[in-house]
């Protein structure tokens, strides 16, 4: 019997023997570029995979918050970078402080405000890395800005030798060459300036898994999505259905085969599972590793409506289908723990320790 049929649904599965082919691979891919690879946990969230990854070579971690930051280094991380600019009230600018006092830690920043207040920070040794915006227009300084930031932050006394940028617009089909184009432009032209004004820049960081095997300039990439890939990088090209390491599994609750019109089943996972995101190019809410040719048409709390193409059979009522979501990191942040398949075949789980650590 199999294992997995004693298993109540909706679950998150891993198939470590997948993870690990992931991890692996793209670990041997940056070594031999001489790029080095610092992976964005944010995506899993689980200190097994965050070692894991170390053990693979990585230099050490990427996370988005404070708190994943805490979580990890209560785990043993020793090299964390929080790759966002970071607002230091009083109340972070303590635990920043407690942070970079027991582990060699960087953050970002992207203002003149911010950067001023980062004395004690660096007092400690952290250190300081301005972001910029290479084109996705979320959070990042324009190239003209840089200098102006890093001179404050030399006049407050903050080592800033850093430079780092997203190329979040890569997450769209035919985009990653342009984008990655992008990142090595702003990265050049803001290291050149910096240079020229005496600075001395140490760390050049970008990449985003569409982008990872596509980076130049960049030292060091920090993608995150290629551990698990998903239903984004499967259409876009990034991730073949055997490179997929996580899936939700559902069971088939409801079929309807009667009106060839209304033909579909309902799996019990919904939005609560699975995310709710779907890019605009995105053909449905998740698609279906073992039925490539199927799709979710639509998404509610806890249930997905799934298409079949008209010739194909519908799978069965009590059925357990591998859903692969569109965007993971969101599926790893709404469960607290994972079910592992480990490489032996056996079932183990694993918790996911950074859950909810939003700030």
């Not at 432009?185 to 004004?197: F, I, R, S, T, V």
């Not at 449905?284 to 010739?311: K, M």
Request: aromatic share 4%; glycine share 10%; proline share 5%.
């Amino acid at each position: 019997m199999n294992p997995l049929d004693q298993i109540e649904t909706p679950v998150v599965l891993i198939d470590e023997k997948v993870l690990d082919a992931n991890i692996a691979g793209l670990a041997a891919s940056s070594a031999s570029r001489g790029i080095s690879l610092r992976p964005h946990v944010k995506t899993h969230k689980v200190a097994q995979i965050a070692a894991k990854q170390l053990a693979a070579g990585a230099s050490g971690i990427t996370v988005a918050t404070v708190g994943e930051a805490e979580v990890f280094a209560d785990h043993g991380v020793a090299d964390i970078f929080i790759a966002y600019p970071l607002w230091p009230d009083e109340l972070l600018l303590r635990r920043i402080i407690a942070l970079g006092e027991r582990i060699q830690l960087r953050i970002g920043t992207d203002s003149v405000e911010a950067v001023s207040k980062l004395a004690s920070f660096s007092a400690v040794g952290g250190r300081v890395s301005i972001e910029l915006d290479s084109g996705h227009h979320r959070s990042g300084a324009l190239t003209g800005e840089v200098l102006s930031i890093a001179r404050a932050g030399r006049s407050a006394g903050v080592l800033i030798d850093g430079l780092f940028t997203f190329p979040g617009h890569s997450y769209a089909p035919g985009a990653s060459v342009s984008a990655a184009a992008g990142e090595s432009a702003a990265l050049g032209q803001a290291a050149a300036l910096l240079e020229a004004d005496g600075f001395t820049v140490r760390h050049l960081s970008g990449g985003s898994t569409p982008t990872a095997q596509e980076t130049t300039i960049a030292q060091e990439i920090r993608s995150g999505v290629y551990v698990f890939g998903d239903a984004q990088q499967w259409e876009l090209g990034r991730a073949e259905p055997a490179d997929i390491s996580l899936t939700v599994l559902g069971t088939v609750v409801s079929r309807h085969d009667g009106d060839p019109a209304l033909r579909r089943v309902v799996v019990n996972a919904g939005s609560k599972v699975l995310g709710s995101d779907r890019p605009n190019w995105a053909s449905g809410f998740a698609r279906l590793l073992d039925h490539p040719a199927a799709r979710v048409s639509v998404l509610s709390e806890h249930h997905a409506t799934v298409l079949f193409p008209p010739q194909t059979p519908l799978p069965a009522l009590g059925e357990r289908l591998r859903l692969v979501p569109n965007h993971v990191c969101l599926t790893m942040n709404l469960v607290d723990r994972v079910l592992v398949r480990k490489t032996d075949g056996t079932l183990t789980d694993w918790t996911v320790v950074a859950r909810g650590r939003n700030s």
